[in-house]
Every structure is written in structure tokens, then in C-alpha cells.
């Protein structure tokens, strides 16, 4: 085991699907020379030279018509969007070519690549710097969505998401990217579609999503000692495709659902959550699904704002405290 | 508006109601079906004669009355003689529900301590949980009845204070079988009778064993009161007493003994029937044991043990023969005689039971 940070744990899992396979290659602003804007591709132009490693302009457009191309001719590209909320400005070419390809060419062509994306508020970006997009990616059909809180899962999704014969959005959480954690030594390839249940509770089941996976744990910790209320805690890790067995299972064990999620309220993640635990388990249900998420607002770039609008490990106590009777 | 038995058919006087189509309270129309009947000719539904709520039904289902009788009464809503349940105002969440359905169980049973007294899971799975019955008693108590209890205090007393010796002789009961089979083995012609009779002849040669120990005499009785142990199954032992013993032929014996396990059974003895006993002959025969070590009736200084007969090969001179063979056991009071007199006792029983011509005392004669 060694200990990485969850930026290090970006470039090591990409340099092992690279290691692995001549067809594996990397490219976005930035991610060369300069080892990527938040230092999470360090290493890897000098590792694997500049052919597979490329530095590209300043365009989005550019880089995922690029990586589209290569993965249509039998490459295994891994493309970097520095800010997630920069997708807007790509979404014909991921919406309606990348997410159809396999579908409008009935399996003739399927586009093996990887979509790395830095999403997120924490870090005074303002509003078109610091979003979290990843329910805007889970609404397109043909797109698997992933999101990992720790460097080992980082890293494990990664290499599956690479190894995946279909696209995937790889959302890396800004806020993240100083954390540390053990990551096993030598290869590892995670599985997409397999939530982690981090902690069993007796009482309410909190279901989180990235940088909200933390600070779940957190409040699920203080909500034991403070209120003696005993919280599951599940990290999804991927919201395409949905690990609905555990969330089904962890929430029938208690009965009560909570999301704690980072993208705005309307239409966000667990939105989608609430509607599937009410059909499919409405019967172990004893109360409301309650959703904790950043309101319908743009993020403000002040900090004291910034801070209150996504939901904060106070957040998460206090509203279960309220609602858990 | 009064529904009554209808006239089905002109010589029908009577009519039973099968089935009721309507529950009061409920809202019928007319000439919609009410009711089912039944008679010795017909079987029919009848319609409702007005519309209006059904608000009262005075016959039920399986009832036979004549016609012309009311059955119901048909009017106005609000006028129903049932009040309706009281309205319950329970926000029940829907796993809440469905445990409260799988347990049968109903919510004001429940205690609610989440929001608004709302009842929560946790409040019906901690309910369950105290409710859940306590593991099946690894141990039942049983309070002694009158005859255990007496018992218990006998023989833990005989037990205590009575040196018992234990001696057993094997005894040939071949004669005993041949009149047995001459005689048609009557229903009370056990091997009981038999082994009853010698033993009072043997106690003529060893008077000591029918004696009673008196602090530091041995008073030996002249008569015989023979108790005879009878089981009573779960209701416990009893030994009634047959008096004079010695003075009865074997039939009388027999019948004797018969009689007095029947009075035990039926729960009929009277104190004199279970006193004044001088010896004990306990039979456990039909269950197939071999020997059992019984325990001294006090005072009584002896009691013998009457264990299964069964068909056994026994050497006759050089030869092996096959013969009924059962042990006779005696425990003896060690205080009142030694072992070779009991043994002697024993030896003098079996050649009683072995020698006798059991068939002239089948016929009275020979005692």
C-alpha cells in the first residue's frame, strides 16, 4: 500500500492503462508540460513522450472532436475538460455523436474513450468555474457517469473506465484533489456500477456522491455521537450505471433515504434516486426521501457564500436530526 | 321501508336466508339483488323492493323464518343502527404499514416516538422484539399431587432410614404356565396370583419377613396383609391391601387382587383398603423388566419384586429346555434379619412356585 494524494492517483491511473496499452492515449490544455492545471497529470508527457501525450489549444471542441476521431480508429483516448463546466460548450459532440455513435451505427462503431473532467465548487472559482455537472451528463443516454471520493477509487475507476468498450464522463472533484488515501500497490481496475457501503447504520441511510462522500462520513460520525442516530453511509461512484441493488438494499434496511448531493437542486442526481427508491421500495420506506443539495442558484464566488450554498457536514446533521423522526 | 320474506310459490311457508348481498350502511337500489333464499323448492336471489340504504338486517345468513317476516329495513343514510368506525387521523409510513400487516398487528397497539408521536419502524421492530415470546423453558415445574407427594415422602423416608438388601432368585415358572394354560388364562390369572399365594406359604416357613420393625423389637405378624403396588399411569402408585391373604384360595386370590386394582384405578379405595399392609409384592412384569431393586414399604421389613416372565432356554437335567423364566427380587430391611434368612425366604419361594400343583389350587384345593 502507498499512501498517494487523490491528484496523484489521477496520473498514476493513467500512466498504468498507458503502460498497459499502446492504444491508451492522453490529451487536453495543459496536461503535458505543465502536468495539468491542478498537477494531477504530472509526469506523464516526460513517462510516454509527446505523440501519446498531447498538449492542445485552448478549445473543447477541439479536444473531444479529436478524441472522438482516434477512439472511431482504434485508439483508447482519455480526454481532459479542465473545468467541468466547460462540457457546455461540447455537448453536440458528447450528446449527440460520442453518447449515439454505437447506437446510430447499430454496434458498427463504438467509441472506447474516457471524458476526465475537473467538477466542483470549493476552490472561489465563481460561477462558471466551480459547478457540479455530473446530472447533466447522467441525462444523456449513452454516457456512463463516474465520479470516485477517494485516490484508490480514482484510480480503480479510471482504469475501468478506460477499459470500458463505451464512452465515460470521469468526474475528479476539485476539492479532492489534496486528499490522501492507501492505494494498493500494482495494478488495479475497479468495476463501474458498484456503490461502496462505507459505513452500516441502524437508522437512516445516506446516500453521497464525491466530495459529499467525506463529509457524509462525517456527520454520519457525528450524528452517532451527537443524536445517537446510527447512519449508513453509501458512496455511489457511479450514477451511470446505477448500483440500484445496494441503494435499494441499504435503504430498505432503515428505511430512511437521505442524498447528499453537490449539483444543484432541480433535476440533480438524487432526484433520480428518490423517484427509483420510491417505486421499487416504497413499502420499506418510513419517511420521506430527503434530499440535501446545493440550491437552484449559480455558485457564488464569494467564500463564505460558496461555502453555505453546497451542502455542509452541519447541513447534513441538522437536517437529519429535524427529519429522521 | 321493511324487507320481508317474499312468497315463493304457494305452498312455501318458509324461506332461509343464504346470503346477505349487502353490508349495512351500504347504498341499494331498487330491484337490485338484497339477498339469497333458500327453501324446499327454490333457490333464488330478491331484489330490494325500494332504494335507500340498507340500516338494519335482522335475519342472518343460514336463518329460517316464515313469510311475511322482516328481514331488513331499507332507508335513509345516516339512519344505520351500526355506528361506523371511528375516523383515525394515523399518518402511518408505508414500511410502518406493511410490518404492522405482516405481524397482524394494529397501530394503537404501538407506542410512537418519532415526529408528532408518529409511529416509527424502529417503534414496531423494538415492539416485536419485546413482544417476541421468551425462548420454550429449558424446565417445566410441576407441582407434586397428593399420591406423589406421599410417595416422595415414603420412600425418600424408607430410603433414609431402612438398610435395604437387595436379592434376587430366577425362577422356572413352568408349572405356573401349564395350569395357566388348563385353565384358559383367564384375564385375572396373572403370574400375580401365583407368586401372591406362595409367597404367603413361604412366609408360613419364614414368618420373619412379615414383620414390622417397632425401635428395637421386630414385631412379626401372625395374618398376612399382602399389599399389592398398582399403577395408577400418570396419577401415580398406589398399594391397596388385601387382608388375610393367607386365609384365600388362589381363585380367591386372583379375583381378590383383580378387584382391588380395579377399586385403585377407579379411584375408589378407602383408608382401610391402603393400611395395616405386612408385605409388599410389586409387579412391573409388563413392561419387560428384568429385575427391579424395590424400595421398603416401612414398618414393613420386606417387599418383592415381580419382574417379567419370558420364554428362556434353561438346562433341565442334561438337557436345554425352553421355559417361562422370571426373576423374583426381594429387598430386605437389614435391621430386622441377615441375608441367608432372606435368601432361605427365597429359595423356599421359588420351589413353591416351581413344585406347587398349581392346577388342584387353580380348582381350590391345596390353597
Redesign the interface.
Known amino acids: 500500500m502507498a499512501e498517494l494524494t487523490y491528484r496523484e492517483a489521477v496520473a498514476a491511473g493513467i500512466a498504468q492503462e498507458m503502460e498497459r496499452d499502446d492504444r491508451v492515449v492522453f490529451l487536453g490544455e495543459d496536461v503535458g508540460a505543465a502536468g495539468g492545471v491542478f498537477k494531477s497529470t504530472v509526469g506523464l508527457l516526460e513517462r510516454f513522450g509527446p505523440v501519446r501525450v498531447r498538449d492542445t489549444p485552448i478549445s473543447e471542441q477541439a479536444i473531444i472532436g479529436a478524441a472522438m476521431g482516434a477512439a472511431m480508429t482504434g485508439l483508447r483516448p482519455i480526454a481532459e475538460i479542465m473545468f467541468s463546466d466547460f462540457f457546455a460548450v461540447c455537448w453536440d459532440m458528447i450528446a449527440n455523436e460520442i453518447a449515439k455513435a454505437r447506437y446510430m451505427s447499430a454496434g458498427q462503431m463504438s467509441l472506447p474513450l474516457v471524458i476526465r473532467t475537473a467538477n466542483g465548487a470549493g476552490s472561489r472559482f465563481g460561477a462558471q468555474h466551480s459547478q457540479s455537472v455530473e446530472n447533466w451528463a447522467m441525462a444523456v443516454p449513452g454516457l456512463k457517469v463516474v465520479a470516485p471520493s477517494t485516490p484508490a477509487d480514482v484510480k480503480g475507476l479510471l482504469a475501468a473506465a478506460v477499459r470500458d468498450p463505451d464512452p465515460v464522463i470521469f468526474f475528479e472533484h476539485k476539492g479532492l484533489y489534496a486528499t490522501k488515501g492507501e492505494v494498493p500497490e500494482g495494478e488495479l481496475v475497479d468495476r463501474l456500477g458498484a456503490a461502496k457501503v462505507l459505513r452500516q447504520g441502524t437508522d437512516v441511510t445516506l446516500v453521497a456522491l464525491a466530495a459529499m462522500v467525506p463529509r457524509a462520513l462525517q456527520a454520519a460520525a457525528q450524528l452517532q455521537d451527537n443524536h445517537g442516530i446510527s447512519a449508513t453511509v453509501v458512496d455511489l461512484r457511479s450514477l451511470v450505471p446505477l448500483d440500484t441493488r445496494t441503494l435499494i438494499a441499504e435503504t430498505a434496511k432503515t428505511g430512511r433515504l437521505y442524498t447528499v448531493e453537490e449539483n444543484p437542486r432541480l433535476c440533480g442526481w438524487g432526484a433520480e434516486i428518490a423517484s427509483i427508491v420510491a417505486e421499487e421500495c416504497f413499502y420499506d420506506l418510513d419517511g420521506p426521501v430527503v434530499r440535501i443539495t446545493t440550491p437552484h442558484v449559480p455558485l457564488p464566488a464569494a467564500d463564505a457564500l460558496e461555502d453555505n450554498a453546497v451542502p455542509t457536514v452541519e447541513r447534513i446533521v441538522r437536517t437529519v436530526v429535524r427529519t429522521a423522526g | 321501508m321493511q324487507v320481508v320474506m317474499p312468497q315463493l310459490g304457494e305452498t312455501v311457508a318458509e324461506g332461509t336466508v343464504t346470503a346477505w348481498r349487502k353490508k349495512v350502511g351500504e347504498r341499494v337500489e331498487a330491484g337490485e339483488a338484497l339477498f339469497d333464499v333458500s327453501t324446499d323448492k327454490v333457490e333464488t336471489e330478491v331484489p330490494a323492493p325500494a332504494s335507500g340504504v340498507l340500516t338494519a338486517i335482522l335475519v342472518s345468513e343460514g336463518t329460517t323464518v316464515k313469510v311475511g317476516e322482516t328481514l331488513a329495513t331499507i332507508g335513509e343514510a345516516g339512519q344505520t343502527q351500526s355506528a361506523p368506525p371511528a375516523a383515525t387521523e394515523e399518518r402511518l409510513?408505508?414500511?410502518?404499514?406493511?410490518l404492522l400487516a405482516e405481524h397482524g398487528l394494529q397501530a394503537r397497539e404501538i407506542a410512537g416516538?418519532?415526529?408528532e408521536g408518529?409511529i416509527?419502524?424502529?417503534d414496531v421492530l423494538e415492539y416485536l422484539e419485546r413482544r417476541k415470546p421468551a425462548a420454550p423453558a429449558a424446565e417445566e415445574r410441576l407441582p407434586l399431587g397428593p399420591i406423589r407427594k406421599r410417595t416422595a415422602e415414603q420412600t425418600a423416608l424408607a430410603w433414609r432410614s431402612i438398610p435395604h438388601v437387595l436379592q434376587a432368585v430366577e425362577v422356572d415358572f413352568h408349572a405356573v404356565e401349564s395350569a395357566r394354560v388348563a385353565h384358559g388364562r383367564s384375564a385375572e390369572l396373572t403370574y400375580l396370583p401365583f407368586v401372591a399365594r406362595a409367597v404367603c406359604e413361604a412366609i408360613a416357613s419364614f414368618p420373619l419377613v412379615n414383620a414390622s420393625v417397632d425401635g428395637d423389637a421386630l414385631v412379626v405378624h401372625r395374618r398376612i396383609h399382602l399389599g399389592i403396588a398398582v399403577d395408577l399411569g400418570t396419577n401415580g402408585l398406589i398399594v391397596p391391601v388385601l387382608k388375610d391373604a393367607a386365609t384365600k384360595s388362589l381363585p380367591d386370590l386372583a379375583r381378590a387382587i383383580q378387584a382391588l386394582a380395579e377399586k385403585a384405578r377407579a379411584r375408589k379405595l378407602k383408608p382401610d383398603d391402603v393400611t395395616e399392609g405386612t408385605y409388599t409384592i410389586s409387579n412391573s412384569g409388563r413392561f419387560g423388566t428384568f429385575l427391579t431393586a424395590p424400595i421398603i414399604l416401612p414398618p414393613q421389613v420386606a417387599i418383592l419384586s415381580l419382574d417379567a416372565v419370558a420364554k428362556k432356554p434353561v438346562v433341565r437335567g442334561e438337557s436345554i429346555a425352553v421355559r417361562p423364566v422370571g426373576v423374583l427380587a426381594q429387598s430386605f430391611d437389614h435391621r430386622a434379619f441377615d441375608g441367608a434368612y432372606s435368601a432361605a425366604f427365597l429359595h423356599r419361594l421359588k420351589e413353591i412356585v416351581e413344585g406347587k400343583d398349581w392346577s388342584a389350587a387353580l380348582n381350590g384345593d391345596g390353597g
Do not use: E
Open positions: 409510513s408505508p414500511v410502518v404499514r406493511k416516538t418519532g415526529a408518529r416509527t419502524r424502529r
